[in-house]
């Protein structure tokens, strides 16, 4: 067996190979110094083999279990023989313990990198709730959501990530509340994956988008937020945790989950469904606001009121580009100052959004490359941008603007009038991972 896992190892500077005797038998030590912590290693593995050798029996030959009914009997050990699983137990910094003639290697867990403390969440801002968000390890995420659920139906089924390299993960859901169907769906989704590697739950999300084919929305949510994740499973849903990645997918997803935030649940109901329109509209606003400017300004005139017209008309008279140039250039100018705030460092970053788009309107107008209508516009609809509760439906809604300004830009309200049908299609067509059901229907 040592002979197997040198050759599956190799050789590196943080593999720590040692020998070790059991009275006339030799044994080995193997693990890797930058995953178990040592004090771990010190306390678990050398004190009981310290011990072993002062002794009067340490001459007498032991088997491996009889080493560790003695001298590790309150230690947390496992026994393996296949080299694949244990050499997951070392990635997760477990230490082997061996002696040459037994198929069976002694694994004890003493891994404990260490990891991110418990901060709130960054990219879905907490207005009421509790303020924790998953973190980067796998251990972490799990207490929080057993912390939260405090359920003996809730179920933990370990998944694995990639080929190459390979990445712990788990499905959640409770028994019982949650359908089998939606279990047995996610199970095969994530069995069907084929991937080399995996840093984060995006790239399972990105994966499953084209495994289930094109569409404009997600099939999961993507979520940092430990009561929405406890929240959804309550509801009957399923979560997928990855190790090494702070965000979790929920699923299974519809369009109007997308438009839901978690404080949702906290607030009044009729002040939370007014909330809700709310973001629908500014969902309607950010897509058609410029689409139908540049229809009404360039195809269909006569449905702008009289007054209305005349100011338009007053202010594109110097105008040096048409309406839809205009539109396209604030549009790139706003998404490049959007990128660059993203990419810069969070004070500066917070300080360019706010001083960029101040100069950059003013100056625009004033030089006379844009109107202050189509300011106007533009200012509008990336505010109603920012009112959606989540990044993915914020890129829908960039995407298909800049689809409906060219269709309104060749074919007026018509054009804008084909591209909402096709949108509307296009998200009623959004397919879960299974099936909806009716509420009340037989599951036969």
Known sequence: MIEQL?????DTDDLTRMTIQFGEREGYLIYYSSLAVPEAVQRYIMQPLMLYASRSESSVPLTLEQFRSRYMAGVVCTYEHLIDKLLDELYNGAVLIGIHGEEDVLS?????YPVRALEEPKLHNVLQGPKEAFVESLETNVSLIRRRIRNAQLQFVPLQFGGMNQSRGMLVYIEGTTEAAIVDAVMECMRGLRMDYAMDTAQILREVQKQKGFHLVPYMLYSERSDNASSALLDGRVIIIMDG?????IA?????????AQEDIYIFPPYAFLLRCLRYLAFLLAVLLPGIYIGLTSYNVEIIPYALTIAISGQRMDAPFPSVIELLLLEFLFELLRETTVRMPRLVGSTLTIAGAFVIGQAAVQAGIVTNIVMIIVSLTMLASFALPYSDLLN???IVRIVFILLASFLGLFGLFLGFIALTVQLAKHNRLIPIKPRGASSE
């Open 6 to 10: 040198s050759k599956a190892l190799g």
């Open 108 to 112: 004890v867990s003493v891994g404990g």
């Open 245 to 249: 990645s702070p965000f979790v997918l």
């Open 252 to 260: 299974p997803a519809s369009v109007g989950d997308f438009f839901k």
């Open 396 to 398: 829908v809604a960039r």
